[in-house]
């Protein structure tokens, strides 16, 4: 008897975790359900690049604010073994996860900021084959 209760507690706090999960934002933040999207002409109002995916925006404001990022790699020395960045000294360049919707690994996308505090930025969608460089600096949202 005391078997079954355990089995119905596990089950009721998983479906309460895929609940959660599934309230997630495609940028794995929690929003309201009735929270505006994020549309190209807001992302450029706010000062995001528009070419950046939406995901993208969240880690920038961790990145800028120095709040915690969900992958423990993130934060981590980029070291630019590929050679596709300019070359730096050994720690300049830091990478971050953009979280990819619907995938269960760190997925391909990332942003690379280079500098302490970060001076320059590149957006890579293919797992370092290629990057694109973006200027950004936090604005207040209007």
């Known amino acids: ?31 309201p359900a009735d929270a505006p ?7 450029e109002q706010v000062g995001y690049p528009a070419f950046l995916p939406v995901e ?8 800028a604010s120095g ?3 969900p992958y423990r790699q993130d934060g ?13 000294p050994r720690g300049y360049y830091r990478e971050y ?3 990819t919707p619907g995938s269960d690994t760190r997925g391909a996308r990332r942003i690379i ?11 890579t969608s293919d797992h370092y084959r290629s990057f694109r460089r973006f200027d950004w600096a936090p604005k207040d949202t209007p």
Request: net charge positive; no cysteine.
């Open 113 to 123: 900021a280079g500098g302490d505090p970060p001076v320059e930025y590149w957006y």
């Open 1 to 31: 008897m005391r078997r079954s209760h355990s089995i119905w507690l596990v089950a009721l706090v998983a479906l309460v975790g895929l609940w959660a999960w599934t309230r997630r934002a495609g940028d794995g933040e929690l929003r």
């Open 56 to 63: 993208a925006h969240a880690v920038l404001d961790r990145i």
């Open 67 to 69: 709040a915690a990022h």
């Open 97 to 99: 996860t953009v979280p």
């Open 37 to 43: 999207p994020i549309t190209a002409q807001r992302a």
């Open 76 to 88: 981590s020395v980029f070291q630019n073994r590929e050679g596709r960045l300019p070359r730096q």
